[in-house]
């Protein structure tokens, strides 16, 4: 069953602005992930961020999770073209065999 | 030196045939997985073999027959395949089960004619 939830489904943005991208979660979760996949590509894994921990950061991609309202959001800084790419939440319920629960993605242009 | 392949990239058959897709991983990992990814980019797991051994096992046609024959190889065999069988089929492998961080494949586009 679907879990996270990322919004906005899609966004179009100029290269050099920030870009936003949030994931919403319905159950308790032991962590949480973010994904990229380019166009015909598998995904890539970006940050892993834990129940316990609040924000990450990598390069220029930040992440932060608020276990209270159950929803994480991925910053991407100074965006470029070749950040365009659908990103993808995922989360490890810690009631379900510790599968990852997908969201179904935000696909994300950067306009040169 | 690729960590996760998978072969074909592209498979395209008729409704009925049966198909395989192989997966192999070169990173020394004990879990892997199978998923499907449908039209609307929505990813599903389908199977998931930790040390050779099926530990999750959702709710597919079971037309669909998981095979590891060791560690570092976790195929995919289809049979009898139906047009709602198109899609592009992930796979993946992480060092331990989905706690970890899973490292896919290019995937396989699946199209049943």
């Known amino acids: 069953s679907q879990q996270g939830e990322e919004d906005p489904q899609a966004l179009s943005i100029q290269e050099g602005e920030n870009a936003t991208m949030n994931c919403s979660y319905k159950?308790?979760?032991?962590?949480l992930q973010w994904y990229r996949q380019n166009s015909g590509r598998g995904l890539v894994h970006l940050i892993l961020i834990r129940s316990n921990e609040r924000e990450k950061h990598s390069g220029r991609l930040r992440v932060t999770l608020d276990t209270s309202k159950k929803s994480s959001s991925l910053l991407i800084t100074a965006s470029r073209a070749a950040d365009t790419a659908s990103y993808f939440c995922?989360?490890?319920?810690?009631?379900?065999?510790?599968?990852?629960?997908w969201g179904a993605g935000t696909k994300l242009i950067i306009k040169p | 030196d690729t960590a996760v392949s998978q072969t074909p990239k592209y498979l395209v058959t008729q409704m009925g045939n049966d198909k395989s897709i192989k997966c192999e991983q070169n990173?020394?990992?004990?879990?892997m997985y199978w998923y499907k990814q449908d039209s609307k980019k929505f990813l599903k797991i389908m199977f998931s073999?930790?040390?050779?051994?099926?530990?999750i096992n959702e709710t597919v046609p079971n037309r669909f027959s998981p095979k590891s024959p060791d560690k570092a190889h976790l195929n995919l065999h289809i049979n009898s395949l139906e047009l709602g069988d198109s899609a592009v089929y992930f796979c993946?492998?992480?060092?331990?089960?989905?706690?970890?961080?899973?490292?896919f494949g290019p995937g396989t586009r699946l199209t049943v004619l």
């Open positions: 159950t308790s979760i032991n962590n």
């Open positions: 073999y930790n040390n050779k051994e099926l530990i």
């Open positions: 993946a492998s992480s060092r331990q089960v989905s706690t970890d961080t899973q490292y």
């Open positions: 990173l020394g990992h004990d879990t």
């Open positions: 995922a989360t490890v319920r810690k009631d379900s065999n510790y599968q990852l629960i």
